[in-house]
């Protein structure tokens, strides 16, 4: 284990864990084999550094450098700052889009260690769970569980894709599901939280800059929609006897396309369709297929969803099918705290800002506490995919810019 400053090392540790041979990249749902191994590398290295490991009711690590006098009494810590992100990942992702912000978390803390920096108030790295919502379909689960933006009684119910419920795949991992829920007493022991992440576009290739701070998160939802019809033979159904649910499907895909055009610098994606039963020679008996919409105006997301949704329904008629489309999550544009923003800016001053189309543990919590962000240049421009990355020198001028705004908020 490296133990200097040095994220990029912390990162090539990680490379074996949870590589997905048939997708391609990583597969590392919340409490798979793959997750729970990140878990324990993270706690391993927070542990050698001297941090107090806490695992809380919702299942987030938090890494505590508690400093004597300033935090730590019956009722817990007070002005803490908070950095870190998620270890979880979509289905065949890259090694970036969460770990770097783990691993640049505890880069920074070597790094602060290194110049000798005294904080004056506790400072946490903390891990999310099911950042990417990949396991059961709500993005930023668990800040949205920490700052009370879920019902947990919902969140216990989820299927996972085999039908298992958050409940029982959590306590088989570990977890006590009856404890998850909102936390306001630790979110009022914060001050800050700061979230490094790699970017997820091209906004600092085109800059030609290694840092970004992060300005504003747009609009974003996802809706599932589930279209039934009537499953029978590929050979001996006449065309005009069937109620074919891929058809239906089809047109759902091509609208959203559509209607997403018709709105300026709006994205519509169907990034997941599930055909049951899924034989060659068997016309479907139904479809689930998922939308994710985003934009920065949260009425133009609804108003792509609910055309998207008319169309469905009117394609469904004809085929004589039946549709329910139901919204899984939404989040709506948010702005990071713009006094942490200014602060962050003193300190980073060549770093400009820039608004993301991504969502983040920092958009949910941006809700409840002050909150900023820093993006790292990813020279291929893509996430969410095996070719995500970021340069090693980047990832150092990243981790040394996090340490400075760490060191800035720690010791003013
Ligand atoms: C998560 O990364 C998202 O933006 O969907
Ligand atoms: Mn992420
Ligand atoms: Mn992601
Ligand atoms: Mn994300």
């Known amino acids: 284990m490296s133990t200097h400053a040095d994220a990029n090392a912390l990162l090539a540790e990680i490379e074996g864990i949870g590589v997905d041979e048939k997708r391609g990249g990583y597969s590392r749902p919340v409490f798979s084999a793959a997750e729970l191994e990140l878990r324990v590398w993270f706690s ?97 689960l668990g800040s949205r569980l920490l700052a009370g933006a879920v019902d947990p009684e919902r969140v216990r119910a989820l299927p996972d894709e085999t039908g298992r419920s958050f409940a029982d795949v959590s306590s088989d991992a570990g977890f006590d599901p009856s404890l998850i829920g909102a936390d306001p007493g630790r979110l009022a022991g914060i001050a800050a939280f700061v979230e490094l992440h790699v970017e997820q576009g091209r906004g600092l290739i085109d800059l030609g800059q290694p840092v970004a701070l992060a300005g504003a998160i747009i609009a974003h939802g996802r809706w599932h929609v589930r279209i039934e019809g009537r499953g029978d033979h590929a050979g001996a159904t006449r065309m005009a006897d069937r109620q074919d649910p891929v058809v239906v499907a089809a047109e759902t895909i091509r609208r959203l396309r559509e209607h997403t055009l018709a709105v300026d610098d709006a994205r519509g994606t169907v990034g997941r369709v599930l055909v049951t039963p899924g034989g060659t020679n068997v016309i479907a008996s139904a479809v689930d297929l998922w939308m994710d919409v985003r934009h920065r105006s949260e009425e133009a997301v609804q108003r792509i969803v609910s055309d998207v949704t008319a169309a469905t329904q009117c394609a469904a008629e004809d085929e004589g099918c039946v549709v329910t489309v139901t919204e899984q999550s939404f989040s709506p544009t948010i702005s990071f705290d713009p006094a942490l923003r200014d602060r962050m800016q003193e300190v980073l001053t060549d770093a400009p800002v820039l608004d993301t189309g991504a969502g983040h543990d920092a958009g949910i919590l941006a809700d409840v506490i002050p909150t900023g962000m820093l993006f790292v240049r990813n020279p291929t421009g893509a996430s969410h995919t095996p070719v995500e990355t970021a340069g090693p020198e980047d990832v150092t001028a990243g981790v040394e810019a996090l340490a400075d705004v760490l060191e800035d908020l720690l010791t003013r």
């Not at 941090?51 to 730590?72: F, M, Q, R």
């Not at 783990?102 to 000798?116: F, H, N, T, Y």
Request: hydrophobic share 45%; proline share 6%; net charge negative.
């Open 44 to 140: 391993a290295h927070a542990t050698e550094r001297g941090l107090a490991v806490e695992k809380d009711g919702n299942g987030i690590l938090w890494a505590w450098w508690d400093v004597p006098g300033a935090s730590a009494d019956a009722d817990g810590r007070h002005g803490a700052i908070v950095t870190g992100s998620h270890l979880d990942s979509v289905p065949g992702g890259g090694n970036f889009d969460g770990p770097l912000g783990v691993a640049s978390a505890l880069a920074a803390v070597d790094l602060l260690r290194d110049r000798g920096v005294q904080p004056a108030r506790p400072l946490a790295v903390a891990v999310f769970p099911e950042e990417e919502g990949s396991r059961f379909g709500i993005a930023c």
